[in-house]
């Protein structure tokens, strides 16, 4: 394989959240850069005819960083998930080195509501990351405010963002962050919002103190989610310009 185009990358841990949910935590051998909220084309070589595995994850580490952050979910008979899960710490992978994307701050707005299924988060957390960075070094004068409504079915399923981004958004004031659970009679101990994702969504946008016309909407994951997260923004009156979109895959029907 020509490999010129490519980067070697190292899986240094594999966390765990349920057997299909699992953060890929891997190293590569230079600072690799992109713009926040991008996915990278990551991959494996095929055995059978030489030509690498590949498929976009968005990436929810910052950028300028040698180690990367993948949340990834296993997918039933997915042909490279399920190569991924059997690697073993240490091993190879690879990825293409433009990391691309259209899916990343819009910077005609003043305020930025986003919306995830379960590892829809990834990009957010790339950008949250991002901000929280340039602020401390003050090379961010002030702040766009965020919003981040993360649904899963179950309360671990959010993974160790949870802890992360509630324990951000308790701590500065340009971030807030809406975790909620689906099933929650399989997550007795969980008190935070109950419900999917666009339900609470409708909650917040009647909440929130973001101004409509000045605020930026992106959705993330899983295509129902999307569909259904975009009407409830255009009926609250977003204009179609103002609504982003990543799709993590396409439904059996189309969506
Ligand atoms: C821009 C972009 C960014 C993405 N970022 C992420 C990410 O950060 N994390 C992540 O886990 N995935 C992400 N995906 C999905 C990812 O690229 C793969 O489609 C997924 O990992 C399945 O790959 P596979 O080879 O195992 O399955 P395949 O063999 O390619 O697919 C098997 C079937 O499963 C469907 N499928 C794919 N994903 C799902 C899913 N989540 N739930 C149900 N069915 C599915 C496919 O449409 C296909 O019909 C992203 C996709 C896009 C387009």
Redesign the pocket.
């Known amino acids: 394989m020509d490999t010129s185009q490519y980067s070697r990358l190292t899986l240094l841990e594999r966390i765990d959240f349920s057997e299909e949910?699992a953060v890929f935590r891997v190293r590569a051998d230079e600072p690799v850069d992109f713009t926040p909220g991008q996915?990278a084309t990551l991959g494996l070589m095929n055995d059978d005819d030489d030509r690498p595995?590949l498929?976009?994850?968005?990436?929810?580490s910052p950028p300028g960083e040698t180690e990367l952050e993948?949340?990834?979910?296993?997918?039933?008979?997915?042909?490279?998930?399920?190569?991924?899960w059997a690697l073993e710490q240490g091993a190879e992978l690879w990825m293409r080195d433009k990391i691309v994307?259209r899916?990343t701050l819009d910077p005609e707005f003043r305020y930025h509501l986003m919306v995830a299924t379960?590892?829809?988060v990834?990009?957010y957390v790339s950008i949250v990351r991002d901000q929280l960075r340039a602020l401390r070094a003050d090379t961010l004068d002030a702040p766009r405010p965020m919003l981040v409504v993360h649904g899963a079915s179950r309360s671990w399923e959010l993974g160790t963002y949870l802890d992360e981004l509630t324990s951000l958004a308790d701590e500065v004031d340009w971030f807030e962050y809406v975790p909620t659970v689906s099933r929650p009679w399989e997550d007795p101990d969980w008190d935070g919002e109950v419900g999917r994702v666009e339900d609470v969504l409708r909650k917040c946008l009647d909440a929130s103190s973001f101004d409509p016309g000045d605020t930026a909407a992106y959705t993330?994951?899983?295509p129902q989610m999307i569909e259904n997260a975009q009407g409830i923004l255009r009926r609250a009156g977003f204009e179609d310009d103002a609504i982003h979109e990543?799709?993590?895959?396409?439904?059996?029907n189309g969506t």
């Not at 498929?55 to 929810?60: E, G, K, Q």
């Not at 990834?72 to 490279?80: C, Y």
């Not at 990543?246 to 059996?252: H, Q, T």
């Open positions: 949910l996915y595995l498929r976009p994850y968005s990436v929810a993948f949340f990834i979910e296993r997918v039933d008979e997915g042909v490279l998930t399920e190569k991924l994307g899916f379960v590892t829809g990834g990009p993330c994951g899983h990543e799709k993590y895959f396409v439904e059996p």
